[in-house]
T-cell receptor
Framework: AQSVTQLGSHVSVSEGALVLLRCNYSSSVPPYLFWYVQYPNQGLQLLLKYTSAATLVKGINGFEAEFKKSETSFHLTKPSAHMSDAAEYFCAVSDTGNQFYFGTGTSLTVIP | DSGVTQTPKHLITATGQRVTLRCSPRSGDLSVYWYQQSLDQGLQFLIQYYNGEERAKGNILERFSAQQFPDLHSELNLSSLELGDSALYFC??????????????FGPGTRLTVT
């Protein structure tokens, strides 16, 4: 069965600092991995996805994530945090059966 | 705008009542998913439909039911409502981006408040 674990339900960074949100997955088949962002009172928006092409994936708003099979990880990073990055971030894994499994989310706070 | 629409945006109702939430997927998407998001439970998968057929079931209570109609819109019915059912309910649809690989798009959600 597929699952994802997001380490750290709350992460705080200073504006301009590196953002690192952690996601580890468990999958019995080659996974497809996704990061979503949710701003207050809004739906989830796809940030980026890994679908077995390049292991370093670039997404919107300057975010990127690296698929590391040996570590079963798909951590989300951004070199320099902006105030507008404050939101909830969800990691998700999918198998070829069109099923999606979401992590519990990480709330990112950006301190001015 | 993801292309997934949900109505109503907000719903306030009393305990014991029944409500229906509606979702229209993106044009051409055959799959519809329902999720419940509450403060203490996070994002919980409820149920998935594919082209009118139930495909997968998650943590959906027996008081809740859903269906997908021939025009592919879906409705989530919540009955005998309890205070704990207050939550954001999201609908998502998915599209195949390559063989066996799907991408989900979420609607803006319906905020249900049970008083």
């Amino acid at each position: 069965a597929q699952s994802v674990t997001q380490l750290g339900s709350h992460v705080s960074v200073s504006e301009g600092a590196l953002v690192l949100l952690r996601c580890n997955y468990s999958s019995s088949v080659p996974p497809y991995l996704f990061w979503y962002v949710q701003y207050p009172n809004q739906g989830l928006q796809l940030l980026l996805k890994y679908t077995s092409a390049a292991t370093l994936v670039k997404g919107i708003n300057g975010f990127e994530a690296e698929f590391k099979k040996s570590e079963t990880s798909f951590h989300l990073t951004k070199p320099s945090a902006h105030m507008s990055d404050a939101a909830e971030y969800f990691c998700a894994v999918s198998d070829t059966g069109n099923q999606f499994y979401f992590g519990t989310g990480t709330s990112l706070t950006v301190i001015p | 705008d993801s292309g997934v629409t949900q109505t109503p945006k907000h719903l306030i109702t009393a305990t014991g009542q029944r409500v229906t939430l509606r979702c229209s997927p993106r044009s051409g998407d055959l799959s519809v998913y329902w999720y419940q998001q509450s403060l203490d439970q996070g994002l919980q998968f409820l149920i998935q439909y594919y082209n009118g057929e139930e495909r997968a079931k998650g943590n959906i209570l027996e008081r809740f039911s859903a269906q997908q109609f021939p025009d592919l819109h879906s409705e989530l019915n919540l009955s005998s409502l309890e205070l704990g059912d207050s939550a954001l309910y999201f609908c998502a649809s998915s599209v195949a981006i390559s063989t066996g690989v799907y991408e989900q798009y979420f609607g803006p959600g319906t905020r249900l408040t049970v008083t």
